[in-house]
């Protein structure tokens, strides 16, 4: 099956500093990838849809000027936590897709996660 | 909007068969998935049923979609230990390919 890596797995990190996490989809391309958020104990949220070649679309209340996401090619995107603070503190999963057509019968498939801890 | 809602905790004995609920509000849901989390770890798809579908079976998974109830279950047959671990609902609908996901059922699995 399809296979998506995110690195690193683990980062910590200082207030106040920024942090990139990659995503990667190994063995196919990603028209679409998809980062969610995890807090401790609770579900994943969606925080934006990022299509290759054009800006994401962030989900309502999520912060486009400290969550930047960049897709700049059909294997890669990343997301980086500008000024980063303890409340960001959270597991970040990237899902990419390699539909073409829109439809949601495109499988997403989910990468490993990325803990992220700011002190 | 979307809500996806699961119970939050289910315990077996190892051999028994566990069933874990999901309810879901949106009548426009395409696809509905479940995944199996481990702690630390990703997301891992399980299996996925199609909304003109009302069962699907892959080895000892049975999925079971109630579409007039917006009722989805995921039956696993002969839980083993390492079965244990947080289950998530996920659906999508027409013109949305993100997925709304449930809270997490956390299955523990007794030897």
């Known amino acids: 099956g399809a296979v998506v890596s995110q690195h690193p797995s683990w980062v910590i990190c200082k207030s106040g500093t920024s942090v990139k996490i990659e995503c990667r989809s190994l063995?196919?391309?990603?028209?679409?990838m998809f980062w969610y958020r995890q807090f401790p104990k609770q579900s994943l949220m969606l925080m934006a849809t990022?299509?290759?070649?054009?800006?994401?679309?962030?989900e309502q209340g999520v912060e486009k000027d400290k969550f930047l996401i960049n897709h700049a090619s059909l294997t890669l995107s990343t997301l980086t936590v500008t000024s980063a603070h303890p409340e960001d503190s959270s597991f970040y999963i990237c899902?990419?897709?390699?539909?073409?057509?829109?439809?949601?019968?495109?499988?997403?498939?989910f990468g490993p996660g990325t803990r992220l801890t700011v002190l | 909007g979307e809500d996806v809602e699961q119970s939050l905790f289910l315990s077996v004995r190892e051999g028994d068969s566990s069933v874990i609920n999901c309810t879901y509000t949106?009548?426009?849901?395409?696809?509905l998935y479940w995944y199996k989390q481990e702690p630390g770890a990703g997301l891992q798809l399980l299996t996925y049923i199609f909304s003109n579908m009302d069962m699907k079976q892959d080895q000892r998974l049975t999925v079971l979609l109630n579409k007039k109830d917006k009722h989805l279950s995921l039956r696993i047959a002969d839980t083993q230990t390492g079965d244990s671990a947080i289950y998530f609902c996920?659906?999508?609908?027409?013109?949305?390919?993100?997925?709304?996901f449930g809270s997490g059922t956390r299955l523990q699995v007794q030897p």
């Open positions: 949106d009548s426009s849901s395409t696809y």
């Open positions: 063995d196919f391309q990603a028209t679409t």
């Open positions: 990022s299509n290759e070649g054009s800006k994401a679309t962030y």
């Open positions: 996920a659906e999508s609908g027409t013109g949305r390919r993100a997925l709304t």
């Open positions: 899902s990419a897709s390699g539909g073409t057509n829109g439809a949601s019968t495109d499988t997403q498939y």
